[in-house]
């Protein structure tokens, strides 16, 4: 009768362990292989003839771990505007003409997006103390208002060379990262063009609501 060697204690449990991970790293790659295949379409297989009117940011920024106020003042942490695209403008409080102009233009061009709307915020960031006029607050029901120190976002949001931060109007992505700059005095409709195209392609994984 042959008698065979048993494996050491040790050889099992490095075996299951690296099993493990191997499950695992199977189970990421699943649930990201949609968001990537959505970017993968979108930065890489473009449709023939198309072409992105904003600019589309290359080295993907992360939304900062760090607490805003909203317009009562009550601390809302930026992290909890994950999980939505979000069409961002950033101004002062006392919101001159340029300011109220892209307040208007992105609750037009959520709107305009029809049943795709509740998968889009947008969101006014307000980088100094000054209040908010009390004519505003009416029209900003639907708008998410977060006030935010510059320094607390200056690696994350950033205007192009020659203009300031207000001056343009950005997207950004439901994994919270910075994915579009628009031009200064931007045509709303092209920004809902784009801003469809990255509804298309996300369609897959991304759903409405947080």
Known sequence: MTVHSLPEPTDVVQAQTRGGRFKMLLVLLVCAAPVLASYFTYYVIKPQGTKNYGELMMDLKPLPDVMARDVDGKPVALSSLRKQWLLVSVGGGACDALCEKHLYQQRQIREATG???????????INDEVPVRAELLPALKQATVLRVKPDDFKNWLAPSTAHAIHEQMYIIDPLGQWMMRFPAQPDPYKIKADLERLLRASASWDTAGR
């Open 115 to 125: 049943k795709e709307k509740e998968r889009v915020d947008w969101v006014w960031l």
